[in-house]
């Protein structure tokens, strides 16, 4: 049987989480399992602990409070697991139950679709709105853009077959810095979750869009690894001194 | 001597081989099961394969060498044999050391077509024979060596008539390197063809040369094998020909649909996306008809008509190599089917039977599974479909109350383990009323009639006429030679040349853009048909002329006279452009249709360049050229010194809206003016009226400066910031959407030629020497963000002396379909664009130009073109321009009017030299 694993640290954050875990796990028709940790539990053994329930074969997805048990927390569980996790911020607290609608930030590489693929292929067997984002910038701007209304029209067309073959998602496109327009176009458009692939490297200057939308975003997010890791434990192994839980 | 018993794979016929050689099978000699034994008893795998022409000799692998006549095998097996290879579509070539005279004698053959014989004994010319008393003499080319040469005189009457080396058979009877008379048939020009050696091979064989002994009989097996092929419906081959061919392996499943577009064929104004035959995910198979919508409003598009194409292939099989020849119309797919055989199959819409298509497909019986019905309708599309006597009938019904019908008849057949199918079917398509089956059934019935081999036969023939007539050479440049013949080939595919012709943007090769027709016919894909198929260049002026009646009330709507022609036309000609759209979560309204008005005298161009172009004194679009220059004259206000403004539109450039006295607009409406006071003389207009066309004209302001050599593209374009594209990014590039609308607006960057424009095509109205001050003004500024703009600069460049420039711009528009570069060619081809690239090549690096029917010749050659061989048609001639650094040459099949540039034209017939090239060439 599959499993969503979802964290709880005895905070606030605790019931959004788990929320969240259920919601997915209705999605995905995967059980919740909660493994808890005591206040005071240090970062390195609590990081191991999650990873390791995180790596038994039936957990397919796992689930944390953003700030919990603290702010770099999620970001070393992120880096050593090889499987999705959704990041619940706080200010995703109060948000309605359900996943109506997600929001799909693809930057048209053939990895980030593929990454995505499966989730998206789950949400949309569940019946919820997709959402594709693209934000055009120096990097990715067409070429050419000839009448706007017929090529936007084509140019979505053919994005979403390349990158979210699913009939129904619809594509919004903007200009700009990333990160930003995400957590912008997810509150215009009401989007209940944010899936984004990654690359799993947090090192200085990278990731910025995933730093960026965990910070700012309302909704939880589902961060999915572009590639296979090398391993699923990382740096933060029991015994690690790092940051203490703290509520 | 010991038999045994083999079975010929080409023939699935039990043959005695003994000593190597096939001897005749007799009743002591008992057939047995048996398995392929070694490639010099059967036949190869290479020789599975259809010929279109075959070239055999005479003494040799005919056997007719013996000196005493009655050695000699009786002549009426061979003569049956070739003429049923000439009804089916094949030419049949016999080269002898005897007169040709001697074997027509002994042979006696009566070809019936549409296959010809050709004679040739390698001395004289060749002797083409046909149906009834046709007979034809093929003159050695003067520039040939002394000496017999005849293959390669063979290859070329052959490649003439659509069979190129590829497709080419050679039977021989000799096969040793090294010297001896094969040497004349083992020609270079050959290589693709397949050559194969009747004869004993005591000295070994040549390279290249297929061993099968067996001498006449085994050529006559040949040919029987060649029949069965085509009997049992088996795929023919096409001649990949790097000239000519565009290949597709198959590797990446992103750009399925790209491919899709780029493999379109068409014929009559009827195409098909080169979508695979069998479902697959992502495929957007799709048959469209010129002007024909369905739908109202900006949500009019072309409506899809009945697939012809479908087969079901269980398991699937991988996409395989698909190839589009270009020189034959043809697109034809190889993969491994995975049950141990291939897939093959071909198809194409005829040249010589426009509407008409037809298909080919083999593959394990056990993989193609039995065809469905012939025609299946898109999803979703109303219509009908049946069978009815054998035939079945399909079409889709559009809410404009027309429809696309297709009426088709199959056929399946097997041959050795493999299932064939055959398809032909013949469309109609209708505007504005259901086409019924009987419409076509006649050409359906002559298609049938003919049979698929000759169909096949004559649409290569057809094609081999086209580029007989239109072509592009540059032997320094097979790249760009290549995409310039895509460019060509897809011009012819999705336009007609019949009744009228809507163009749209991105032709019928998809469903962008919805079929709808801007300003990117008139300016872009007429001036370039006018020089491949003048007839498609005259339906196009027909389109607008049936549509002038929704001009004027448009212009009357707007309160003013005369003729307004709508930004976006589709069926009616009323306007269907978009009123809004949502970006950026925002609604965005779209102005192209309140305020490009430039299309109005667009049109009226597009008319004229027609007339000029094609050379006659008539002038079918004078009504266009009338109405519109009542509506300029309506339109522009008159201010209190008298000079005459333009208030309020969008020029070329569409990052800027909206504007007053755009210099295009003005100019164009200027020479709109001009052209019509200049025709008045031949319609219902006074002098009065005439008269005030011209003072008019006189009063427009154009915004030029006499100090700069510069036209300010619109009034106050000079007081924005004068950003340059350097400072933005390397062009092509949106900087609309990298920069956003309002920086961009605010800025002096362009979308792409905006007064340039007017260099290209009213040189007469712009100031002399004013090309290169605005070319150095507005190339920097210029982000060609539209598909429209790398080639229309490309050719600017060349005009300006710098074809080096030019040519780094045309490899850029080349590739825009080609390469993906919009990202949209998924949704059609770039129609505009490909004209464009033509353009530049005539009127850009070749400097061609038409004025009062005369030709202007003024090459500019990059520095990495030794030369550059051109063919288009033009003031009702069939011209040929070889031009290179030292001279240009032309050859004409009619006396023509020509010269160089700034020379006085003279008359020029046949072939001769105009002189060498001017400066800069």
């Not at chain 2, 697959?280 to 900006?298: E, F, I, K, N």
């Not at chain 2, 194409?309 to 034959?328: K, Q, S, Y």
């Not at chain 2, 504007?659 to 003389?681: E, G, S």
């Not at chain 2, 000079?718 to 920086?743: H, I, K, N, S, T």
Request: aromatic content about 4%; proline content about 7%.
């Amino acid at each position: 049987m599959m499993e969503v694993v979802a964290l709880t640290t005895g905070a606030d954050a605790d019931g959004q989480v788990m929320q969240t875990a259920a919601m997915a796990g209705e999605i995905i028709r995967a059980d919740v399992r909660r493994v808890s940790l005591a206040q005071g539990t240090p970062a390195g053994p609590a990081a191991a602990r999650l990873l390791r329930a995180l790596r038994e074969p039936g957990a397919v997805l796992g689930v944390l409070a953003s700030e919990q048990p603290s702010r770099s927390f999620w970001q070393r569980i992120v880096s050593s697991c090889a499987k999705p996790v959704i990041v619940v911020p706080p200010a995703a607290r109060g948000q309605r139950p359900g996943i109506r609608r997600v929001l799909l930030p693809l930057d048209g590489t053939p990895e980030s679709a593929r990454a995505v693929a499966e989730a998206v292929g789950q949400f949309a067997t569940a019946g919820v709105d997709l959402v594709a984002l693209h934000v055009f910038n120096e990097a990715t701007v067409p070429m050419f853009w000839d009448q706007p209304a017929h090529a936007h029209r084509a140019w979505a067309e053919e994005f979403l077959a390349r990158n979210c073959v699913r009939s129904g998602a619809r594509l919004e496109l903007r200009t700009g810095v990333t990160g930003e327009h995400i957590v912008d176009v997810a509150a215009r458009e009401r989007a209940d979750m944010i899936v984004l692939g990654w690359s799993r490297q947090l090192d200085p200057g990278r990731a910025r869009t995933v730093r960026h939308t965990v910070l700012s975003a309302a909704v939880p997010i589902l961060l999915v690894p572009l590639v296979v890791p090398q391993k699923d434990i990382g740096p933060f192994d029991a015994g690690d001194t790092g940051d203490a839980v703290s509520t | 001597m010991a038999h045994r018993t083999v079975k010929d794979v080409m023939t699935a016929e039990v043959i005695a081989v003994a000593g190597g050689a096939v001897v005749p099978l007799t009743a002591e000699i008992p057939a047995t099961d048996l398995v392929m034994v070694s490639s010099h008893e059967v036949s190869p795998q290479a020789l599975d394969r259809t010929a279109e022409a075959i070239v055999f000799t005479w003494e040799g692998a005919a056997g007719e060498g013996a000196d005493s006549p009655g050695r000699r095998p009786p002549v009426p097996p061979l003569r049956r044999r070739v003429e049923s290879l000439c009804s089916a579509g094949v030419d049949v070539a016999v080269i002898s050391r005897a007169d040709v005279a001697d074997v027509a004698a002994r042979l006696r053959v009566r070809p019936r077509g549409p296959g010809r014989v050709l004679l040739s004994d390698g001395r004289g010319p060749v002797v083409e024979l046909g149906p009834g008393d046709h007979r034809r003499v093929h003159r050695r080319p003067a520039a040939r060596a002394a000496g017999p040469d005849p293959m390669r005189h063979i290859l070329a009457i052959l490649a003439a008539r659509g069979a190129g080396p590829g497709l080419v058979l050679v039977v021989t009877d000799q096969s040793a390197p090294g010297g001896g008379y094969h040497r004349l048939l083992l020609v270079p020009e050959g290589a693709r063809a397949t050559s194969v050696s009747v004869g004993a091979a005591p000295a070994g064989t040549a390279p290249g040369v297929i061993h099968l002994g067996g001498g006449r009989p085994a050529l006559l097996r040949l040919m029987d094998a060649q029949l069965r092929r085509r009997d049992r419906g088996r795929v023919p081959a096409v001649d990949e020909d790097p000239a000519w061919i565009l290949t597709d392996a198959g590797h990446d499943p992103g750009r399925r649909r790209v491919d899709e577009t780029l493999f379109t064929v068409g014929s009559g104004g009827v195409a098909t996306r080169g979508s695979a035959e069998e479902a697959v995910r992502g495929g957007t198979p799709m048959v469209l008809a010129a002007g024909v919508y369905d739908g109202t409003g900006s949500a009019q598009h072309l409506l899809p008509g009945p697939l012809w194409t479908g087969l079901t292939v269980a398991p699937p099989a991988p996409a395989g190599t698909r190839i589009l020849d270009l020189r034959t119309g043809v697109l034809a797919r190889t993969t491994e089917s995975g049950a141990g055989g291939r897939l093959r199959t071909l198809r194409f819409a005829s040249a010589m039977a426009p509407g008409v298509v037809a298909m080919r497909a083999e593959a394990p019986a056990g993989q193609l599974r039995s065809p469905g019905p012939p025609l299946q309708a898109p999803d979703g599309q109303a219509g009908e479909a049946r069978w009815e006597n054998g035939r079945f009938w399909a079409r889709t019904d559009s809410g404009c109350g027309g429809g696309l019908g297709a009426l088709a008849v199959q056929r399946t057949s097997r041959d050795a383990g493999l299932r064939t199918v055959q398809r032909i079917a013949a469309y109609v398509a209708c505007p504005s009323r259901r086409p019924e089956r009987g419409m076509a059934a006649g050409a359906l019935s002559m298609a049938e009639e003919r049979g698929f081999d000759r169909l096949l036969a004559e649409h290569r023939a057809a094609w081999a006429v086209r580029w007989d007539e239109v072509d592009a050479q540059i032997p320094d440049d097979p790249d760009v030679q290549l995409a310039i013949r895509f460019a060509l080939f897809q011009l012819w595919s999705n336009t007609a040349a019949t009744g009228e012709l809507a163009v749209g943007a991105r032709g019928l090769a998809g469903s962008g853009y919805a079929g709808h027709v801007f300003w990117d016919a008139d300016v872009f894909v007429l001036p370039a048909l006018v020089s491949i198929e003048p007839a498609a260049a005259a339906a196009m002026v027909r389109y607008r002329l049936r549509r002038l009646a929704a001009a004027r009330a448009r212009a009357c709507a707007d309160g003013r006279r005369g003729a307004r022609f709508p930004w976006e036309s589709a069926a009616s000609g009323e306007e269907v452009a978009p009123s809004s759209m949502m970006f950026g979560g925002r609604l965005v309204p779209v102005t192209t249709g309140l305020y490009e008005e430039h299309v109005t005298a667009d049109v009226a161009w597009a008319a004229v360049r027609c007339a000029e172009w094609t050379g006659g004194r008539a002038l079918p679009g004078l009504p266009l050229l009338v109405q519109t220059a009542r509506y300029w004259a309506s339109r522009c206000r008159l201010d209190g010194a008298g000079a005459a403004h333009i208030d309020g539109v969008t020029g070329p450039d569409e990052y800027h809206e909206r504007v007053d006295d755009n210099a295009y607009t003005n100019v164009m409406a200027r020479w709109n003016l001009r052209a019509a006071a200049d025709a008045a003389d031949r319609m219902p207009v006074t002098a009065q009226e005439s008269g005030w066309w011209r003072e008019l004209a006189g009063r427009i302001v154009d915004g030029y400066d006499s100090a700069t050599g510069r036209y300010e593209q619109f009034a106050g374009y000079y007081c924005l910031e004068p950003l340059l594209m350097a400072g933005v990014a390397a062009p092509p590039v949106a900087a609309d959407l990298l920069l956003g609308r309002e920086r961009i607006v605010a800025s002096q960057v362009i979308k792409q030629p905006d007064v340039l424009m007017l260099h290209h095509m009213v040189p007469g109205e712009v100031a002399p020497r004013s090309l290169i001050p605005n070319l150095d003004f507005y190339g920097p500024r210029t982000s060609h963000g539209s598909s429209l703009s790398p080639a229309i600069t490309a050719s600017l460049l060349a005009r300006a002396g710098r074809p080096d420039e030019a040519l780094a711009m045309l490899r850029t528009a080349l590739a825009i379909d080609l390469s993906d570069l919009t990202g949209t060619t998924a949704a059609g081809l770039h129609i505009a664009n490909l004209g464009g690239v033509w353009q530049a090549m005539l009127s850009g690096f070749a400097g061609v130009g038409v004025q009062a029917g005369a030709l202007s010749v003024d090459p500019r050659l990059p520095a990495a073109w030794g030369s550059l061989h051109l063919r288009f048609r033009c003031l009702g001639r069939r011209v040929r321009l070889h031009i290179t650094r030292e001279r240009v040459e032309i050859t004409t099949d009619a006396p023509l009017l020509a010269g160089l540039a700034g020379q006085e034209p003279r008359r020029v017939t046949g072939h001769c030299s105009l002189g060498p090239p001017g400066k800069g060439s």
